[in-house]
């Protein structure tokens, strides 16, 4: 099985599971957040993927040496088979299946526990951390940058009241940097 094959069958599988796990509580309690498509979803997601893929830009033009490592270690290694068809899957599963979980269960329950300051923080650590999990250590100061990135989404969030903007957001995020990684990889060459 090719690499590119590998990546987007364990992304689906992990990004499935976590859908599966997030799905059923989801629509078996009354949740404050709606997952409703409507013009007000769709602009507050292209305005909240632009503004993280500024970041993003920004970010990536500084010397930030754990950034570059992961970007060039872990990052460019993953996307370097990855088809278009390919960054569509990933992106779509992250972001609907990690929106959900994140912002549409632990947000959801954090927010009805500690209210929204406590379950910005404690939601987006998780977040942060699951995204650097098994590399603590060696991208501790990429936490910030996941936990910034995550509280943006739990802000839209809770903003709209709709799960829709962000998980927009997220998909077209990822999305974007898969094809931004493939570029830098074609610029090294």
Known sequence: M???????????????????????WFLSVRSSYV??????????????????????????TQKFSALED?????????????????AIIIALASGVAE???????????LNALFGFGVSLVLTNLIFAYVHIIGS??????LLFVYL??????????????????????HALFNFTSILWMKRKLRQSI
Do not use: H
């Open 99 to 109: 929106e959900l979980l994140f912002r549409g269960l632990i947000q959801e329950e």
């Open 148 to 169: 910034g990135a995550g509280a943006v989404f739990s802000l839209v969030t809770e903003l709209t009241q709709n799960l829709l903007p962000a998980m927009i957001a």
């Open 136 to 141: 603590v250590k060696r991208y501790l100061p």
């Open 35 to 60: 997952i409703l498509f409507d013009l007000t979803a769709l602009t507050y997601g292209l305005v909240t993927a632009a503004f993280l893929l500024l970041l993003s830009y920004l970010l990536d």
């Open 70 to 86: 992961f970007r060039d270690n872990v990052v460019l290694p993953l996307c370097r088979n990855l088809t278009i068809q390919d």
């Open 2 to 24: 090719n690499t590119a094959r590998s990546i987007v069958k364990i992304t689906v599988l992990a990004e499935g599971a976590l859908f599966f796990l997030a799905l059923p």
